[in-house]
T-cell receptor, first 112, second 112 residues
Framework: KQEVTQIPAALSVPEGENLVLNCSFT??????LQWFRQDPGKGLTSLLL?????REQTSGRLNASLDKSSGRSTLYIAASQPGDSATYLC???????????FGAGTTVTVRA | EPEVTQTPSHQVTQMGQEVILRCVPI?????FYWYRQILGQKVEFLVS????????KSEIFDDQFSVERPDGSNFTLKIRSTKLEDSAMYFC??????????FGSGTRLTVV
């Protein structure tokens, strides 16, 4: 069974600082890995999708890396803004059935 | 990113009552999933639906749960006799663009 762990559980930084969010998973036989953003009481917004054959994906200030052999992914958010405050979820897609296994998330607070 | 629409956004029901949660996924997709998130916990897989049949279900998806595609486009998740522990956010999701997922905005179910 795939286990996904996210560290840290919470993070508070001043505006402008870069953010580093970590995700680890136990089974390296993955199909893909997806990072989501979740605002309180809201749904999941997809940020980045990395296929198992890829090493990284970038979108604007966001960059996600994937090291499948070591079971790790890192989400970098450059020059953080108060609007980046949210919970960030890492989800690993199974190569067998494509269903996602989620981490518990990292709750980010960016102070103005 | 295409949209997945869920209704209602919030449902309050008495314990023992039946509830039906509805989802309109991305059109023409054969794969369809339901996930749930109990407050403060991880997002967890409930059931996957492929080509009008259940393809996999989790341990959570017991006989009280059922999923249907009543009219060829909408999907429903029915809970026959709700329990307090069924209180959660319920999300439907479909894959898009290289098998990443799009999630609906969710239905918050509160069982009292």
């Amino acid at each position: 069974k795939q286990e996904v762990t996210q560290i840290p559980a919470a993070l508070s930084v001043p505006e402008g600082e870069n953010l580093v969010l970590n995700c680890s998973f136990t089974d390296s036989a993955i199909y893909n890995l997806q990072w989501f953003r979740q605002d309180p009481g809201k749904g999941l917004t997809s940020l980045l999708l990395i296929q198992s054959s890829q090493r990284e994906q970038t979108s604007g200030r966001l960059n996600a890396s994937l090291d499948k052999s070591s079971g790790r992914s890192t989400l970098y958010i450059a020059a953080s803004q108060p609007g980046d405050s949210a919970t960030y979820l890492c989800a690993v897609g199974s190569s067998n059935d494509y269903k996602l296994s989620f981490g518990a998330g990292t709750t980010v607070t960016v102070r103005a | 990113e295409p949209e997945v629409t869920q209704t209602p956004s919030h449902q309050v029901t008495q314990m023992g009552q039946e509830v039906i949660l509805r989802c309109v996924p991305i059109s023409n997709h054969l794969y369809f999933y339901w996930y749930r998130q109990i407050l403060g916990q991880k997002v967890e897989f409930l059931v996957s639906f492929y080509n009008n049949e259940i393809s996999e279900k989790s341990e959570i998806f017991d006989d009280q749960f059922s999923v249907e595609r009543p009219d060829g486009s909408n999907f429903t998740l029915k809970i026959r006799s709700t329990k307090l522990e069924d209180s959660a956010m319920y999300f439907c999701a479909t894959p898009w663009g290289g098998a990443g997922y799009t999630f609906g905005s969710g239905t918050r179910l509160t069982v009292v």
